[in-house]
């Protein structure tokens, strides 16, 4: 997280000794983010909205003292109601540092300050006089932010508080007075040494909260993305990020969080180098991740797919399947089609293996049909067990997520049929083998596709506008590459939510 949307990559790329790890190793990372220099630009392309933010939000004190002056005596001062006017911002400019900082520099900030100056003063005589007088104060600004990573924790900690401000102006105006000049003359140079400091002190103690308020913000959302009810990811620091001048890297835990269940591996084959930097936005993932939230699956009871009658009849009656259609008949002992219903379900929590071929996906599977006929409590006509292996490649086109399915293989296990001999006859098992796999797994991807782009569309991630987006899978490992533009959504929903 930096200043700006710059901190937005930041919300999962910070640390410091704050944090302490097992080893400096990457054996227990299960999720990786790199992204790259021009992703930073991007993001930095909407960094002065959140210092405008941070100037007009910060609270600026009252400010007095007091100076004895020739003749005059002491003269006691005081200015209060200090508000921002006007604020404008020419240019930002972000640098990754090798030492692990990220230089955010902010040129001609140009703000104007207003409020009320009082001034009173004991003469010679013992004469008390006090006056108040409207003033504007008009300043040309370069703001520095050197961000440090930092962790606590285990969540990202922005650290701005090496933040200086750079006068090039500050010019005092005095309403009120039919002669100001005088005053003018006497406060500009003591009122503006102190008030530079103020505004110094104040504006970098908002940009760091801010900086801070938007990391949480971040990570909280990330945190959702991969939640659904009561299954969810931990993606809390498992090592000390990376800062390159190209990159900035960070390495996450990826546990599973559900119930009670604990899932821990320490043999991640993550490495730098199985990253490039030729895209914006890089997400690594081991498949011990995919395998923990397919064992929650699992284990929440979701993976059961309900076929209506409807959709039997609509597989069933499919061209590649006509020759079969004496033994559909003799399954359904002449009822209807909407008088039946299919389940199918796991058996076991599936095993996923990633590939360069694909993502392989093995479970144990269920199938149940049953019929009602004239009100009766419905009838188990056929179920039987296979061993199901298909391999899928994924990607992601027009915000919708596309599961190609590039192989399968189906290996059969228990059998009952209340027409049939449990694996005595051969035409039944060759039809159940020919359905399963040209209609009843088309079948379940069909609904997995829509449910997983709803899910993430829920998350919001419709309202990022994606470009080119890959989903490469390796021996153990998946890389999700792309670029995109800004995310307005993100910033305005922050800085609704924060201000």
Known sequence: MMTGLVM?????????????????????????????KPAALVLNQQTAQVIQAAFRHATYPDISGEKSMAFLGKVAYGLTNIQINDLSIENSDVDFKEKGSIDIAIQN???????????????????????????????????????KLMCAKGRVVADTSDCYLTFYKLTLH?????Q??????????????????????????????????LSDFIQDRAANF???GPIGVDISLASFPVIKANYMESHHKGLLLYKNYSVIFNDSMFAPSL???????????????????????????????????????EMFEMEDTEAYQGIVQEIFQGTSYEDSLAKVWSLTPPQITLQPEGT????????????????????????FEKEVTVTIQTSYVEKKLVLHLADSVIEPKAFKCALYRAGDDRSLKHFLQKIIS????????????????????????????????????????????LDFDFPHHLLVDFLKKTL
């Open 8 to 36: 937005v990559s930041l919300a999962l790329i910070s640390t410091s000794a704050a944090c302490t790890f097992e080893s400096a190793s990457f054996n227990l990372t299960g999720i990786v983010c790199r992204m790259t």
């Open 109 to 147: 900030v140009t703000a104007s300050f207003r409020g009320t100056l009082s001034y009173g003063y004991t003469g010679a005589w013992f004469v008390k006089l006090t006056h108040s007088i409207d003033f504007e104060i008009d300043s040309s600004i370069d703001l520095h932010i050197n961000t």
């Open 174 to 178: 005095l309403q009120g007075d039919k």
């Open 180 to 213: 100001p000049g005088w005053l003018k003359q006497l406060f500009t140079d003591f009122i503006s040494f102190t008030l530079k400091f103020v505004l110094k002190s104040q504006v970098c103690k908002e940009i760091n909260y801010l900086a801070q308020m």
């Open 226 to 228: 991969l939640q659904d």
């Open 275 to 313: 990253l490039s930097e030729s895209r914006m936005l890089y997400f690594w993932f081991s498949d011990h991740v995919l395998n923990s939230l397919a064992l929650a699956a699992f284990l929440d009871e979701r993976l059961v797919l309900m076929i209506t009658g409807e959709e039997l009849r």
């Open 360 to 383: 392989i996906v093995k479970s144990s599977v269920a199938v149940e049909l049953s019929i009602s006929s004239q009100g009766a409590e419905p009838t188990v006509v056929l179920y």
């Open 438 to 481: 040209v209609a009843g797994i088309p079948e379940v991807i069909s609904r997995i596709e829509p449910a997983l782009t709803s899910l993430m569309n829920s998350k919001g991630l419709n309202l990022f506008e994606i470009k080119n987006p890959e989903i490469i899978t390796k021996a153990g490992y998946l890389i999700i590459q």
